[in-house]
């Protein structure tokens, strides 16, 4: 499979996937950016999308504001 920087044109080959491996467990999108995997993943009990890039942060849910410190915490 070839990449080509993002996820979207790949998104359905992920869903089918992490899909599988993430079923009644938490999924993380460390790199969501526009959360083209994430919005995907329907078997997870909880889902936690992530980015450093400040532009992306500011255009998601409360979620964003959190640092990754803050994230990791509650799931480790």
């Known amino acids: 499979m070839r990449y080509f920087g993002g996820k979207y044109a790949i998104k359905k ?3 089918e996937i992490l899909n599988k491996e993430t079923k009644g467990r938490v999924f993380i999108d460390l790199f ?3 959360c083209n995997v994430v919005e995907g993943i ?3 009990n909880q889902r936690i999308a ?3 890039n400040p532009k ?3 255009s998601k849910n409360p979620i964003s504001r959190k640092s990754t410190a803050e994230i ?3 799931v480790v």
């Open 42 to 44: 329907t078997t997870a």
């Open 56 to 58: 992306i942060q500011k």
């Open 13 to 15: 080959d992920l869903w």
């Open 32 to 34: 969501c950016g526009v």
């Open 72 to 74: 990791l915490q509650k």
């Open 50 to 52: 992530n980015d450093n």
